[in-house]
């Protein structure tokens, strides 16, 4: 009997299943250098990202970053850099809008460890992410991010990938937010 519901939920399912655009893989790893502009300093560090899918539609992706703040003088006293370790980790939906492009949305779970302080929160973010050309990928996302101990805000990402060949790219991310702008460039592996 279970078996039989499972089949007829998997069987009406069909229809309303898509695969990823021609083109775009949600299976990656990519590394590199990733910079950090602030009203109230700047920071640059590393980098490594990915992502996996796990059905048609559903993909899991998460990142890490850890990047190093500027040192500052204040009263001809030296203060050296703060380390500023991040974490993502979520879950996000693809669904083929035309050959070439998906509508994405992404729920992610999120954490920041500056120096000693460990801040939580989540963000959710929706746009679109296609295969420009074949040898070039590009996507545009809309987003929020909110968290217990920092107020909500809206940010904006675009990004993309030049290709090399089916398994390798150079990929480049920047997020902009009220007071910050991140940046990302690193190589990415395709699988």
């Known amino acids: 009997m279970k078996r039989s519901l499972l089949a007829l939920t998997l069987l009406a399912a069909l229809p309303f299943a898509a695969s990823a655009a021609e083109g775009v893989s949600y299976n990656y790893v990519e590394g590199g250098y990733i910079a950090t502009d602030t009203d109230f ?42 380390d500023v370790d991040q974490y993502r980790i979520g879950l ?3 669904h083929e809008i035309s050959p070439r492009m998906d509508l994405l949305t992404r729920v992610a779970y999120e954490r920041a460890e500056v120096g000693s302080e460990d ?37 904006g990402r675009v990004g993309g990938q030049v290709k090399f060949n089916q398994t390798w790219g150079l990929s480049g991310d920047v997020k902009f937010a009220d007071g910050d702008t991140q940046y990302f460039i690193g190589p990415r592996i395709t699988f």
């Open 92 to 94: 996000g939906y693809n």
């Open 41 to 82: 300093g700047d920071a640059d560090g590393f980098a490594i990202n990915g992502s996996g899918a796990i059905a048609p539609n559903f993909h899991v992706f998460g990142g890490y970053s850890g990047q190093t703040t500027d040192g500052f003088t204040n009263l001809g006293i030296r203060f050296p850099g703060v």
């Open 119 to 155: 801040l939580d929160g989540y963000s959710v973010e929706a746009g679109v992410r296609g295969a420009l050309s074949p040898m070039i990928e590009g996507y545009a996302l809309a987003g929020y991010e909110d968290g217990s101990d920092y107020d909500g805000d809206f940010y």
